[in-house]
C-alpha cells in the first residue's frame, strides 16, 4: 500500500484497486482508521483528537489530489505524493 503523505507523524496511504467509496488509510502512533473523502472515520480508531481534526483539514485541503490518486489506484498506475501540512 503506497504511502502518499506523512506529516506531524501521521502517515497516510491509499491501496491500488481498492473498494468504493474513497478512503484513506491513516496511521498514527500504533493507531489505524479508514478516512472516507468526507473527513468521517469509517473503520478503526486515532485515538488522538489532534491527529483526527488534522487529517480532516488535510483532507479538506487536498481533496483534488485525493481524487486524482483514487483514480489512478483504480486504474493501477504509480501513485503521486500529496503534499503535507505545513
Known amino acids: 500500500m503506497p504511502e502518499i503523505c506523512r506529516f506531524f507523524g501521521i502517515i497516510i496511504k491509499m491501496f491500488f484497486d481498492d ?3 474513497l478512503h484513506i488509510h491513516v496511521e ?4 489505524k482508521a479508514v478516512f ?7 473503520k478503526g480508531e486515532l485515538k488522538s483528537r489532534v491527529a483526527i481534526r ?6 479538506d485541503l487536498r481533496h483534488k489530489e485525493l481524487m486524482e490518486d483514487w483514480e489512478l489506484a483504480q486504474a493501477g498506475k ?9
Open 54 to 59: 488534522l487529517v480532516r483539514e488535510w483532507i
Open 36 to 42: 472516507d473523502i468526507q473527513g468521517n472515520i469509517i
Open 19 to 21: 473498494h468504493d467509496p
Open 78 to 86: 504509480e501513485l503521486k505524493k500529496i503534499s503535507p501540512l505545513d
Open 28 to 31: 498514527y502512533q500504533g493507531n
